[in-house]
């Protein structure tokens, strides 16, 4: 297991979701499956044994089983459904990207350049890009937990990174105090080029981000807060993006 599901739990209730605690060998055994489900999210904290490079373990275990895997591909393709990985969950989905459609220049996620494990409050700026996350959510500037040992982004190639970048997926870089984008230690806590923390399709329905939102859509969860901004953080809008996008859908159909 993993140890942020009940945080992300909380913070889609609150946004009004029904969710769902399903392990992953739940889907194994066939007592859960992801045709029930609009959404899924791979949550952070270590999973497979508290090791570093759980998450490419965990994506392993769908990629290696054939019915698992077009379990997870016939879910991915579904136009009325979300994906969200976060942390451990980001190194996760990021590994099973052949996939997801439109993820085809997403990096993996390995070790910090500290080569330490990183726990704080740095801050990121949210980008223009397609997310259903993110709408409206464009420019802003905001402090985020992070808490992982393998959070830097390394692309396949310069050409998939500059792809990334010119095609408007990079979603959140961290910046420094100047909202600048940056790799300076420990403005970015794990040195990934450009400042890069998140990432999208071109539809916007898969994101992946390695801080932790979870974490703090509740102003309490913050170590300080601008008072205007009541109980609830910024981050939780991401969370009613992705309920209203849901919704939305639903009607659709």
């Not at 996350?133 to 985020?144: A, D, K, N, Q, Y």
Request: with cysteine.
């Amino acid at each position: 297991g993993v140890n942020g599901h009940i945080e992300m739990a909380a913070a889609f209730t609150r946004a009004g979701f029904t969710a769902v605690d399903v392990h992953l060998n739940d889907l194994i055994t066939g007592s859960a499956q992801l045709a029930d489900f609009s959404g899924l999210v791979a949550c952070g904290g270590f999973s497979y044994g508290d090791v570093l490079g759980a998450g490419g373990g965990w994506a392993k275990t769908i990629l290696f089983d054939k019915r698992l895997r077009a379990q997870f591909k016939t879910f991915f393709a579904r136009p009325d459904t979300f994906s969200l990985g976060v942390c451990n969950g980001c190194q996760m989905l990021s590994e099973l990207k052949e996939l997801i459609p439109g993820a085809e220049t997403w990096p993996k996620f390995l070790q910090n350049r500290s080569e330490r494990f990183e726990a704080r409050l740095p801050q990121v700026r949210l980008n223009a890009s397609p997310s259903i996350f993110f709408t409206g959510m464009e420019g802003s500037v905001l402090p985020i937990p992070v808490a992982h040992g393998e959070g830097y982004a390394a692309f396949a190639s310069e050409a998939e990174r500059e792809s990334a970048v010119k095609n408007g997926l990079v979603a959140a870089q961290y910046v420094d105090s100047h909202h600048n984008p940056t790799e300076a230690y420990p403005a970015n806590p794990n040195g990934s080029p450009e400042g890069i923390t998140a990432l999208t399709t071109p539809d916007g329905r898969a994101t992946i981000m390695m801080p932790h939102p979870e974490r703090a859509f509740m102003t309490r969860q913050l170590s300080w807060h601008p008072a205007e901004w009541g109980e609830d953080s910024p981050w939780l809008r991401m969370f009613v993006n992705a309920h209203d996008w849901t919704v939305e859908k639903s009607q659709e159909s």
